[in-house]
């Protein structure tokens, strides 16, 4: 069998400039190595997203492993200490844009499978350009059309960077559930020596901040972390001393545990502002938008897998956590169980963003295990 070099993979994705939503060639790259292991890949672009589903085997078992080839924008490229779509190692760092998140432990995965042999049982892939951005075109897509088409995924690894700061400290099995809103408060533009003959909608707008704030939603539970409200954005766009503004708005997000579930605290939210709204009969508008549900893999048979083959290569047995932001683990879990595993993610979405060669080749041998362990059970 072929054995794909996970270094020289990691290198040529981040040659392709893959920033959301372009592809740029990543997904023509892989479909190629994954086609020459013995892989039927399935193309399943949406919109302007280009994503994959690639399957090894037909029968027993079928193990997944998950994943994004977009990235975010490089930002300034001169301070870049190398061009951030052109891969480059001095001492043993690997420096580009997507190194850690996430095209270092796509090349892991893809070398890892190239490296066993399946037997019985099945090992696929499902590959999205469209995890970084508004995630509409993307993995939830995907899923549901291999739903429809009778498709089962038995157990997903999603090879996100999961490490705080070096390889096997943490498994995430849960992810905090997230809300984005925008609230917008309309009133009447006028002079402020007039206030009588305007309506100035600041009072009210900060008056719905203070009651949404005021609440504590949760001290955490056995498995999460508080759930919490931030206030990201107040914008009047009032240029002026003298002029009552004619609307405002805020925009914030809540993360949110298993103590809560999306459509909860929508109803909260909407009976906060219906108080304000009563109480200064103004004009209220809110855009509220559940993009992820809180969620939890048990620990059990699976994540043990996971931990005893980190532990065996590394000699670390990582934690089960639920921290940090949010993935497509949230749509995964509507079809099976899903964990995360990957790299080390200090310098994810940063300039210089890097990993060590040393924990790509790590990682690769810790998915090794994880598929020997799994299919020998």
Known sequence: MIKIDPIKLTCDLIAC???????AGAMDLLQEALQSIGFTVTRMPFGDVENFYARRGTTGRNFCFAGHTDVVPAGKLQDWVSPPFQATITDGVLVGRGAADMKGGIAAFVSAVSEFETGTGSISLLITGDEEGDAINGTKKVLAALAAKGEKIDHCLVGEPTNPTRIGQEIKNGRRGSINTIVTVTGKQGHVAYPAKAVNPVPPLI???NQLYARLLDDGNDNFQPSNLEVTSIDVGNVTHNVIPQAANARFNIRFNT??????????????AEIVRQKYLCEIDLDIRITGEAFITKAGKFTSILQDAVEAETGERPKLTTGGGTSDARFIREFTKVAEFGLVGKSMHKINEQVLVSDILTLKNIY??????????
């Open 259 to 272: 103590n809560h579930t999306g459509a909860e605290l929508q109803e909260w939210i909407n009976k906060e």
């Open 17 to 23: 400039p893959s920033v959301t939503p372009k592809d």
């Open 207 to 209: 008056a719905l901040v």
């Open 368 to 377: 090794i295990r994880i598929l020997k362990n799994y299919f020998s059970d």
